[in-house]
């Protein structure tokens, strides 16, 4: 029994948030703002909906923010996990995102009572930022159809399926009026931040650009696709089938995404620890009690109509630079969240789908970080190396096998090195 007290929410969880709920609440709704366009994005883009996006960042989000290990993570859909699903959904349907996502959430969660935290917590940062780099050109690739108003030509691999997907744009004639939305988008995401410097009170560029194309397509009657009209029911329990996916298709797909949502979280916290420069242990993330909330957050937002959840590294760093002192900013930005949801639900659906492609080209821009790519590029020619050859291999074949040919290949010539 003493083993699982670890796992259980506590008071220390929440020691410094009646003198700090002020701060905490302030930081839930920037938070909340940020995440709102990009669960609607990954929701769209994995083709599991919107309503699915906004699901998962309301109820993971809650759910891994009371459980998890980590007093500064902010959970949710994230672009990782959106590369690993989109062609599970391809091929299996949306369906398919029930069982897999509960039966991964819950390998997540014994992979935390079996306390494999410390484990994938080893992760060379080389190989971790090769695998950023990765997932944003991925992202990038996958915003194709919707920044262009196009069907999906699908290819197999999302490089192959960029591409067909552009030449069909090409060869049926290109969609002018979203591409406008879409750089409009960009301009106006990229350029607030200079402009809003003086402005007190930020309000996130993501959520501006939004805002501003929204308004430019409604006054200007420019036609482009739409979020469209979400789900009445925000929640609701979804009928459990495997719907015809075979153990080896089943047990493959969930492998994948537990060790995706396990190694992103994990890498979300400790980057967490490291923007709140905390210093002493007892103040600083649990990986195995990390593991177990987002495990338990997948299986519950699985079952009702959202998708598989992680640690989100850009929306817990909003998170961090708002002031958040406690876990309590992330239970209010899931509120929120839901409280936007209900009262908006018919604004929400007249977004242009291509100012949220345009979001997630920028977001993708911003994951990739050129200049932090430079300067470790120019630091260790094995570092550098490493870093390209994880990206190259989660671009072009898969994001696990990037991380275990990257981490193989980062201990082999560190050994040779030493040699």
Do not use: C
């Amino acid at each position: 029994m003493n083993r699982l007290r670890e796992f259980i929410p506590n008071r220390a969880d929440y020691k410094s948030a009646r003198t700090n709920w002020r701060k905490d609440l302030l930081a839930g709704i920037t938070v909340g703002i940020v995440a709102l366009p990009l669960a609607l994005a990954f929701g769209i883009t994995t083709g599991a909906g919107a309503g699915a996006g906004l699901i998962t960042a309301i109820l993971a989000g809650l759910i891994a923010a009371v459980f998890g290990g980590s007093n500064f993570q902010v959970s949710g859909p994230t672009g990782a996990m959106t590369v690993v699903l989109v062609p599970i959904v391809s091929k299996y349907g949306v369906e398919a995102l029930i069982p897999l996502g509960f039966f991964a959430g819950l390998l997540t969660l014994i992979l935390g009572l079996i306390r494999a935290g410390s484990i994938i917590n080893r992760v060379p940062w080389p190989v971790m930022e090769g695998f950023t780099l990765g997932i944003a050109i991925v992202i990038a690739l996958q915003q194709f159809p919707t920044a262009l108003a196009t069907p999906s030509i699908d290819g197999g691999r999302t490089v192959t399926t960029a591409w067909r997907t552009l030449k069909g744009a090409l060869d049926s004639g290109l969609n002018y009026s979203a591409i406008f939305i879409v750089v409009l988008t960009l301009v106006v995401k990229f350029t607030y931040p200079k402009i809003a410097r003086k402005v007190k009170f930020h309000t996130p560029a993501s959520f501006i650009a939004i805002v501003f194309s929204s308004v430019v397509v409604f006054a200007f009657g420019i036609s482009v696709p739409t979020v469209g009209e979400l789900p009445k029911a925000i929640f609701h329990i979804q009928k459990f089938s495997l719907f015809g996916l075979s153990l080896y298709q089943l047990i493959t797909a969930v492998i994948s995404i537990a060790l995706l949502a396990s190694i992103e979280s994990l890498l979300s916290a400790r980057v967490a620890d490291q923007m709140s420069h905390i210093h002493e242990l007892k103040d600083r993330y649990h990986p195995n009690r990390e593991l177990f909330g987002q495990g338990l957050a997948s299986v519950a937002s699985s079952l009702f109509g959202g998708m598989p959840a992680t640690g989100a590294i850009a929306r817990t760093g909003v998170k961090i630079r708002s002031g958040a002192k406690s876990r309590l900013a992330a239970i209010f930005h899931a509120t929120f969240l839901l409280a936007v949801v209900l009262a908006l639900s018919p604004i929400i659906s007249k977004i242009p789908m291509s100012a949220l492609a345009g979001v997630l080209l920028g977001t993708s821009y911003r994951m990739a970080s050129p200049a932090n790519l430079r300067e470790i590029l120019r630091t260790t020619r094995l570092d550098g190396s490493i870093l390209l050859a994880t990206a190259l291999i989660v671009i072009f074949v898969d994001l696990i096998w990037g991380i275990v040919i990257g981490t193989a290949l980062y201990f082999i010539f560190s050994k040779l090195k030493k040699k």
